[in-house]
């Protein structure tokens, strides 16, 4: 129980500064059709639940990072903290 409050409280909080505005459709399982552009950062960060009757799984923050080298080409980090 006090597991799962502390994992609520992580949640609220990271919704609270979160300075983005949320869009539909699964987090982050889908590839943009571009590079950020040459010198450029694209940031993602988001949150999942899995749940089924005997346990859940957190994935919080989902963390995407990239960097654009040229128009064609980018660097990517993508780290999910699994709880």
Do not use: C
């Amino acid at each position: 129980m006090k597991s799962e409050m502390h994992k609520i409280i992580i949640f609220l909080f990271l919704m609270l500064i979160s300075p983005g505005l949320a869009q539909a459709g699964p987090p982050l399982l889908t590839r943009g059709p571009g590079t950020p552009g040459d010198g450029h950062w694209e940031n993602n960060v988001a949150i999942t639940v899995e749940k089924a009757r005997t346990h859940q799984r957190f994935e919080a923050p989902l963390m995407d990072l990239n960097y654009g080298l040229g128009e064609r080409i980018q660097l990517k980090f993508e780290m999910p903290w699994v709880s």
